[in-house]
């Protein structure tokens, strides 16, 4: 989600993500096939960064096409504390609408946080593919809050294909 300086959400990272997202698994999946480990990025592969003027992963209500937080969360108080930031109109009730950043970013949740070991536990997705699956997160997630044509997806596009993204 949103930090200070950029929006660096993640509350996000999870409910950010559709629930056609292939590569997203569930709980039970993960259990089943847990991920290798080991965190690399190969030349060329995207290197995700969170951009300024974002902050649509801190839209935690995103609708009935994203995954909830329970096939998300295996812990109840990580459900409760999500939906406990979700304010009437969707938005964190953490989040700076006016200067787009998290008001509580150093102490926001770790599921708020765009980490490799924090896709690994929610999602199951393997270390080495944090770059490229955090890459379409955002991509997803920016296009259905402020849509395909946005100058918010353009900015994290051209943030991203320095490293390689397209
Ligand atoms: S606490 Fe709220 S505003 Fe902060 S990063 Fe998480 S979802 Fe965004
Ligand atoms: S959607 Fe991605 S780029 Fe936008 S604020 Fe969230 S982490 Fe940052």
Redesign the pocket.
Known sequence: ??NAI?????S??CL?ARRTQKTARTKAEAKQSPSSVGFGRRRNEPLW???EG?????KLDKGPSFITPEEVFSDPRDIELYRSLIGPDGWCIHFDKGTRTCSIYNDRPYFCR?EPDVFESLFGINKKKFNKEACS??RD??KAIYGSHSK?LDN?KRSTSSSGFT
Do not use: D, H, K, Q
């Open positions: 989600m949103a950029s929006l660096s959400p993640w996000t990272v950010v960064r969170c951009v974002c902050g649509a992963c801190c765009v997160f955002c997630t920016i918010e994290f």
